[in-house]
């Protein structure tokens, strides 16, 4: 794939991976692949932002070649030190000995760990500049968005702004705007991208949102680190955001589960028809045949979250685990949950879910619903009700 002009001087040097179906190991799923962005600045200065992971870097050093020799780069930016990002730079340092490299002091710290290289680091803080001739890039700090050392760079003659892993996705295109791909899949994998990586610091990133507003920066490009670069309308993404970091949600409900002989199956049923007889939306999850960083996406928009197992061990099946453990972590703001299940001689897995939803700090409703083996004709109408009930509240 060749290199890509943003503006006059600025270009996309990274690769595309369309192959990769997991990311930080098996946490991620990326049905959809996944770019490594790194962008080059053309001035009296040469400025590389950001490298590329490791098995890439054969296209990096290609794309800046066919542009200029890298051994002419004087400053190399990077933005965060995560490897699918850095891990090309010692490489580029072989390369090109005596380039500078700006980050922040943990990106330092980090860079140092990584790579143990004795390179020239100069940290920078919010508000420093770096005038490279007829380019001047200013820098935003943004701690914990999603690591301690990440920032934001802003090319600011050509209003491009380089967040790194902000408003990015994961999504493998051969073209690189969204004025020339299906927006709506960027969007689902965008979303996707922030439920799974972002949502526990949604406070930070509306703080961040307005610290670049009272800022007075003019954002006409945004050039994230994964996916498309949003050139046609960066505020979509920015809105997308906004909302999701606020917690803002539809009058939709999920309802995930997973069973053993089908008990705790038909309660889920049950439950959804209930929800729908309100005309709310309702989404229907089996633990077992989902992916559940696509659930997590799904939740993202939801008001409601319902959780169902059958009791194991007086405790939930070990494949509803994973999801709840998530969900402490990410702690979604702003959603009602329930707990449902079957049990035989003893219960358990009702009383395990609604724990793990209150840690995730989802506000639990009153009535939880518990079976003894399998559900009556009245239990399940009380499913039901309670599914209307679900949707009243939504």
């Given at each position: ?19 990769i ?8 799923s990326?049905?959809r692949g ?6 080059l ?6 400025t ?18 066919e ?5 002419k ?8 030190v995560?490897t699918d990002h ?10 090109a000995?005596n380039?500078?490299?700006f ?15 004795g ?11 770096l ?8 820098f ?9 050392d990440?920032?934001?760079?802003y090319?600011k003659?050509d209003?491009?702004?380089l967040?790194?892993?902000a408003?990015?996705?994961h999504?493998?295109t051969?073209?690189?705007f ?15 991208y ?13 703080k961040?949102?307005?610290?670049v507003?009272?800022m ?8 994230p680190s994964?996916?498309?670069i ?16 606020s917690?803002e949600?539809e009058r939709?409900?999920l ?6 002989w089908e ?7 049950a ?9 709310v939306?309702?989404k229907?999850?089996?633990?077992s045949?989902s992916d559940?960083n696509?659930i997590i996406k ?6 409601a979250?319902i959780?169902?197992?059958p009791?194991i ?14 969900l402490?972590?990410l ?12 049990f035989?001689w003893?219960g ?6 609604e724990e ?6 989802l ?13 009556t004709p009245?239990?399940?109408?009380h499913?039901?009700s ?5 949707a009243?509240?939504i």
């Open positions: 794939m060749p290199n890509v002009k943003l503006t006059d001087n600025l270009y996309w040097v990274g690769a595309v991976d369309w192959n179906r997991y990311f930080h190991g098996p946490a991620y990326t049905h996944t770019t490594y962005n790194a962008y600045v053309i001035d009296d200065q040469i590389l932002v950001d490298t590329v992971y490791r098995p890439f870097s054969g296209e990096l050093i290609r794309h800046i070649s542009i200029v020799d890298p051994s780069i004087n400053n190399v930016i990077i933005n965060h995560e850095s891990g090309s730079l010692p490489l580029i340092m072989e390369l000995p380039a500078k490299i980050c922040t002091q943990r990106g330092k710290e980090g860079l140092e760990k990584h790579y143990f290289g390179w020239d680091y100069n940290v920078v803080k919010t508000g420093d500049e005038n490279t001739g007829k380019k001047t890039f200013a935003v700090e943004a701690p914990m968005l999603h690591w301690p990440s920032m934001f760079t090319v003659e209003a491009v702004l967040p790194n892993d408003f990015g996705q999504i493998a051969n073209f690189r969204d004025d020339e791909v299906d927006v709506n899949e960027v969007m689902d994998e965008a979303a996707k922030y439920a799974n990586i972002l949502l526990p610091f949604s406070l930070l990133v509306l961040k949102l307005d610290e507003t009272k007075g920066i003019d954002i006409k490009m945004i050039g994964h996916g498309i949003w050139r046609k309308d960066p505020s979509k993404i920015i809105n997308a955001y906004v909302k999701w970091a917690g949600a939709k409900a309802v995930i589960y997973d069973t053993m008990s705790t199956e038909k309660m889920a049923k439950v959804v028809d209930g929800i729908t007889a309100e005309g939306t309702a229907l999850f089996k633990l045949a559940r696509d799904e939740m993202i928009n939801a008001k979250v959780v169902g197992s009791t061990n007086n405790d939930i099946l070990p494949n509803v685990a994973p999801l709840l453990d998530d402490k972590g702690k979604p703001k702003n959603k009602i949950g329930m707990a449902f299940g079957s035989g003893g358990g897995a009702v009383k395990t879910i793990k939803l209150r840690a995730a700090g506000e639990i409703l009153d009535e939880s619903l518990t079976v003894k083996w399998v559900p009245e239990e399940l109408d499913c039901f309670a599914g209307r009930m679900i009243q509240r």
